[in-house]
């Protein structure tokens, strides 16, 4: 931006100071976040309108499943300081089980895969997971999942059960969300912290980068961001926040439920293709047994952390294979076709940002059909 300023005018241009170049740069600024608001009120009209014009029963003719996988991760019933697109609102979660309920058979995961492997479904049909394990999926999730009488299946990762930690992404947003700093400067580049907007944008952009790095250099990064935000002193999570992994006690009482089913997400929460083989056969095997303890069943289910096809390879299939299970999914968008590799299901994942329009338009993946349709012109 300041570049641009600087391609405008020159300082040594008569007329120019650094309060001429300020100005432009404002209102370059306020122009951007015009149209950055066009854009966005554009895209929602765009979204309510054909919405409302593809009736439920037209939609299905779009329907290119036969199943929908759908990937949410946590539950809240007051509104963060900071929202998480993967904490969503509880009456919203309710109004989209409704719908759900209405438009689709809901069926378990383990059914679904029985379903797939005899190329039995005929309809419309949708399976809801959660990733990581958070505890309001017990406090919140799960009585919701019993008022309307749908099955869930929970991915544990299980070294935060029973702990005050929970999984790094967790941990930066809390970090980010409390700091009193108003800049942070990592790997040679300073964040701005000074308002909600800026911090938002300043984590994404530092939990992306982290991502890219080996699991322990990225805990360990993790750390000292932590320690640079509180300034020293500890930041932890309190009792009610959203972030808090779920305990014992709420895992067996999900484990015993005839809706829930458990399934595995490493132990650590790390990113598999990252880790060498023998790592990888640990957090793997760590985590099948962990939930197979607490359910007294083989686990046959798996979810990848990150989830993106980069995020896990060959080996990391093959020792899936040679555990047992059955059917693994990774966060890649798109409903299941018949051919689908079953430990690489993609699922639909539920931004709780997103308005209703968009989620129903989601179930049937239209949006990502019309992405497909340009970029196969392009």
Request: hydrophobic share 40%; with cysteine; charged share 25%.
């Amino acid at each position: 931006m300041a570049l641009l300023a600087g391609r405008l005018f020159d300082e040594g241009d008569a007329g120019f100071s650094k309060n001429s170049s300020n100005m432009i740069l404002v209102k370059l600024h306020g122009r951007e976040r015009l149209i950055r608001g066009m854009k966005s009120t554009i895209k929602a009209i765009s979204t309510g309108i054909l919405a409302t014009m593809l009736h439920p029963r037209v939609l299905k003719l779009f329907y290119r499943g036969p199943l929908t996988i759908l990937m949410y991760h946590g539950v809240i019933d007051s509104p963060m300081i900071m929202p998480d697109p993967c904490m969503i609102d509880i009456n919203v979660f309710r109004s989209q089980l409704r719908y759900l309920k209405k438009h689709f058979e809901v069926v378990s995961l383990t059914r679904a895969v029985e379903l797939m492997e005899h190329d039995a479904i005929t309809e419309p049909t949708a399976v809801i997971t959660f990733d990581d394990g958070y505890q309001n999926n017990y406090d919140l999730a799960y009585p919701v999942l019993c008022e309307e009488r749908l099955p869930a299946t929970i991915f544990l990762s299980t070294l935060f059960t029973d702990t005050d930690i929970s999984i790094w992404t967790g941990v930066l947003q809390n970090a980010f969300t409390l700091t009193p700093k108003m800049h942070l400067e990592w790997r040679g580049q300073r964040f701005d912290l000074s308002t909600l907007e800026e911090k938002k944008k300043s984590l994404s952009a530092v939990r992306s980068s982290l991502k890219d790095g080996p699991h322990q250099s990225l805990m360990d990064e993790v750390e000292n961001i932590v320690t640079e935000l509180s300034e020293g002193d500890p930041i932890s999570l309190d009792a009610e926040s959203p972030y808090r992994m779920l305990n014992s006690a709420s895992i067996e009482k999900l484990a015993k439920s005839d809706l829930i089913e458990l399934g595995g997400h490493t132990h650590s929460h790390c990113i598999l293709s990252r880790l060498p083989s023998s790592t990888q056969e640990v957090e793997i095997r760590k985590s099948l047994e962990l939930v197979e303890s607490f359910t007294g069943q083989p686990c046959r289910l798996f979810a990848y952390p990150n989830g993106k096809k980069c995020d896990y390879d060959e080996e990391s299939l093959s020792i899936l294979r040679e555990n047992g299970v059955k059917a693994a999914l990774t966060t890649e968008s798109g409903c299941y076709a018949p051919g689908t590799p079953m430990l690489e299901l993609m699922r639909i994942g539920v931004d709780a940002e997103a308005s209703m329009s968009s989620f129903k338009l989601s179930l049937f993946d239209i949006q990502g059909r019309i992405k497909g349709l340009f970029a196969n012109k392009a």
